[in-house]
């Protein structure tokens, strides 16, 4: 998608007003290039049948025109949902539309073991260090609980021991459903053949919540050159390794703009994760090379 800074005020001028909501031609539809952080955009959680994730337009908001941005929700929604029909392609949405179908049946039929997990309640769900060094928002209060072991990489503690309990109980509970009902379900990735992916039965809500208030303004700290201050989706997910699981991961690139990695294990040995830099786009599924000095 384009985005332009500049705004057709002509054809503003010219645009055509309906039922009290103005109208315009699709010629004039523009984005600002810089999100506007200082707006707190609206919620469309609660409109349902989209072709789009609610969460999508809440981002998006914040790079209408400042024209747009007092205009009612509805408004701004259908001119952000033009825009987006208008570069998004049809089988794109199609796609989408089967998932959201898919996790639809699922979610109709699984019975959660643990229904606390799919809310996202803080002090049930993060330790207090992490939830106070948010709360303060600030660079010197998130390294107050981090340690950088190479530069752009954070290790620091984030969930309580119960709600990890929880969390993989309840995977192990939506897998025992899947191997009873014989459903076939969509793995985390091409690359692992155990696992499961935490939005498609259920914890897509909590997993934006978490997101939201809580690694947004990390990343918007430690990584606003990728877009960290403007994450509008996430793909959140287990994957498990064992002898008789998966033994392996081998290198790759993430497609996202920041990862958060967290060990669930309960017991084992081995499991070390390595990092080998970042890559530009025109060698992302290069061989590695020896770094010459």
Excluded at 104 to 113: D, F, G, W
Aim: glycine share 4%.
């Amino acid at each position: 998608m384009a985005l332009e800074a500049s705004i057709d005020r002509r054809n503003h001028a010219q645009s055509a007003t309906t039922n009290g909501a103005v109208v315009l031609p699709p010629a004039s539809y523009r984005l600002r290039l810089n999100p506007s952080s200082e707006h707190k955009p609206d919620s469309y959680d609660d409109l349902h049948q989209l072709e789009f994730t609610p969460l999508l337009f809440s981002s998006l908001e914040r790079y209408l025109p400042p024209t747009m941005l007092s205009m009612s929700r509805d408004v701004k929604f259908q001119y952000m949902r033009d825009i987006l029909m208008k570069y998004s392609r049809d089988g794109e949405r199609t796609r989408v539309q089967r998932h959201k179908e898919y996790r639809q049946r699922i979610i109709s039929n699984y019975q959660p073991l643990h229904r606390e997990l799919f809310t996202m309640h803080a002090p049930s769900v993060l330790v207090p260090a992490f939830v106070k060094a948010v709360r303060d928002n600030t660079e010197a209060s998130f390294r107050s609980i981090m340690a950088e072991p190479i530069p752009g990489i954070y290790t620091f503690e984030m969930l309580q021991p119960r709600f990890c309990e929880m969390l993989l109980s309840e995977v192990e509970n939506f897998e025992r459903w899947v191997h009873d009902t014989r459903f076939r379900i969509m793995r985390p990735n091409t690359m692992n053949k155990f696992g499961a992916v935490l939005d498609d039965f259920g914890l897509e809500a909590m997993l934006d919540k978490l997101m939201n208030d809580f690694i947004r303004p990390i990343s918007k700290v430690f990584f606003p050159e990728v877009g960290g201050s403007t994450l509008d989706s996430h793909h959140g997910f287990v994957v498990e390794y064992g002898m008789d699981r998966d033994v392996e991961l081998g290198f790759h690139v993430d497609d996202s703009e920041v990862t958060l990695n967290v060990c669930l294990g309960r017991e084992f040995s081995g499991g070390e994760l390595f990092f080998r830099g970042v890559r530009c786009d025109k060698h992302v599924n290069t061989e590695t090379q020896s770094e010459v000095c």
